[in-house]
């Protein structure tokens, strides 16, 4: 039962100026301001457009996305300049059993259904699977982030 | 194109306290510590269990789940307590275009293909979509919650 097929329908797309993967910086997930200056857009498709109401008070959201130009499923992947395979949910990977991407980004402002937000690291037409409000509760402190941390100490030293 | 029809399958499920939706504190996104507290157990289905190398390493980390329960779409929707009617992307509601849940946990241990974790606010039985390593780049400081932020100064307040 619970292994059923779950179908989605996109609600929108994505306006970005990575218009090929090459484009983006694979490390930005080590970084903590990541892409953070990258600027883009969401557009909601017209009949989702009034669940936008109230959505200009947040200044972060969650954009839940599809990689749509991911083809293969790996469970064990070698992330962008690592040595060793780690385990895909262990990485933010497009290559997972489901092709789900997140990204937090922050809102700049709002045209009617388009939303323009900086952090932007999906590609142009990426197709937009759901948008949340980013809350209190998704801000976590003292992390720790296992092969990631290894990673940006070893940046810090060289 | 971009509008067609996106499938996904469960790659585990959630073993949890609550077995109704009632049973879940309705404001535990206004509270930043949430259900910090309550614990339950992240099933991750045998086939995939190798994706779960070095998950170890993380403090924290992001669930996509299906709001298995949901039932309706809504665009506009009455949080719990709320008298005024919110956009839906607004809102973390089950009630959405795509019903899918997102809720970042703490990683407390892990038993082979089971993680322990807390932070819990799924529904036993819950549909897991993807795991995601919550990053330095996902904790963001500086928030405004719109809806949500005059609804914890009035908490305050009383």
Redesign the interface.
Known sequence: M??????????G?VHSPFKAREDIDPL???????LAKVEGELE??KP?A???????????L?V?F?F?RSQKVK??VKPPRETR????????SPH???P?G?T?VRLLGRRKNILQVSGMDMLD?T?I?????????????????????ER?KKKKKN
């Open positions: 619970v292994r059923k097929e779950i179908r989605f329908r996109p609600i797309r930005r997930n080590v970084r903590p301001n990541g909601i498709f989702y009034a669940g936008l109401k109230d959505i200009d008070g947040f200044s972060h969650i839940i599809a749509h469970l064990l395979r780690r385990g895909v949910f262990s990485t933010r997972r059993p489901n789900i997140l937090i037409e197709p699977l759901d948008i949340k409000p980013y809350t209190p509760r998704d801000s976590k402190r003292r992390l720790k982030h296992g092969w990631l941390e940006s």
